[in-house]
């Protein structure tokens, strides 16, 4: 069993930073990618970036450019820097580990962008 645990939400002015972090746990033996979904009231959950081994990155078009996700092996830990964050970026952020047949789900962290 894996837990991913996120942290590192909160309130920020538009234009503004903050980093999550995403604590992985448990029996890690593969991982195809790990990846930060969001999701806003009353849309879908879709993902924004997304990281394999290379390390490969994937970002969603209306964040590229102002998040950088990034992971360290060694601390079981994945990382999602935003920067100049807006108004629309307001969700709660999910971090996903995704495996051969099982995927796993962190509980989320609100982001809140606004002045």
């Known amino acids: 069993q894996v837990q991913l645990v996120e942290s590192g939400g909160g309130l920020v002015q538009p234009g503004g930073s903050l980093r999550l972090t995403c604590e992985a746990s448990g029996n890690i033996f593969t991982v195809n990618y790990l990846a930060w979904f969001r999701q806003a009231p009353g849309n879908q959950r879709k993902s924004d970036a997304r990281i394999a081994e290379g390390p490969v990155t994937v970002y969603a078009p209306s964040v590229q450019g102002r998040f950088t996700i990034s992971m360290d092996n060694d601390k079981k830990t994945m990382y999602l820097q935003m920067n100049r964050l807006k108004p629309e970026d307001t969700a709660v952020y999910y971090c996903?580990?995704?495996?051969?047949?099982?995927?796993?789900w962190g509980q989320g962290t609100q982001v809140t962008v606004s002045s």
């Open positions: 996903y580990l995704g495996q051969a047949t099982e995927s796993y």
